[in-house]
Nanobody
Framework: VQLQASGGGLVQAGGSLRLSCVAS????????MGWYRQAPGKERELVAA????????DYADSVKGRFTISRDNAKNTVYLQMSSLKPEDTAVYYC???????????????????WGKGTQVTVSS
């Protein structure tokens, strides 16, 4: 099982980035996907999660209206479109896959089955 996140980088406040995560090793469409982030000195937190078919999504309050999660099951890929970025969005962003939306949105993904290595997002003021 492998989750490979990419798309991070350095961006000015107000800018945009799109993260991608390609999954392999499992039947992608059978798994809920989530994006999480961890800033230095802080706990990991949920950013967004999306259901198996993409029909349902959940977001952290801090990113609602700015971030959009989506998935392409034909490409085994989940995306996170981030707009109106703020310095407080600076963190390492991780993708993860799990069996249920409950797994994805509770306990900051503690019960998610598989995790990628993360991609750094830095937002300068």
């Amino acid at each position: 099982v492998q989750l490979q996140a990419s798309g991070g980088g350095l961006v000015q406040a107000g800018g945009s980035l799109r993260l991608s995560c390609v999954a392999s090793g499992r039947t992608f469409s059978n798994y809920v996907m989530g994006w999480y982030r961890q800033a230095p000195g802080k706990e990991r937190e949920l950013v967004a999660a999306i259901s198996w078919g993409g029909g349902s999504a959940d977001y952290a309050d801090s990113v609602k209206g700015r971030f959009t999660i989506s998935r392409d099951n034909a490409k085994n890929t989940v995306y996170l479109q981030m707009s109106s970025l703020k310095p407080e969005d600076t963190a390492v962003y991780y993708c993860a896959q799990g069996l249920t939306m409950k797994d994805a949105i509770t306990h900051n993904g503690l019960n998610m089955a598989d995790w990628g290595k993360g991609t750094q997002v830095t937002v300068s003021s």
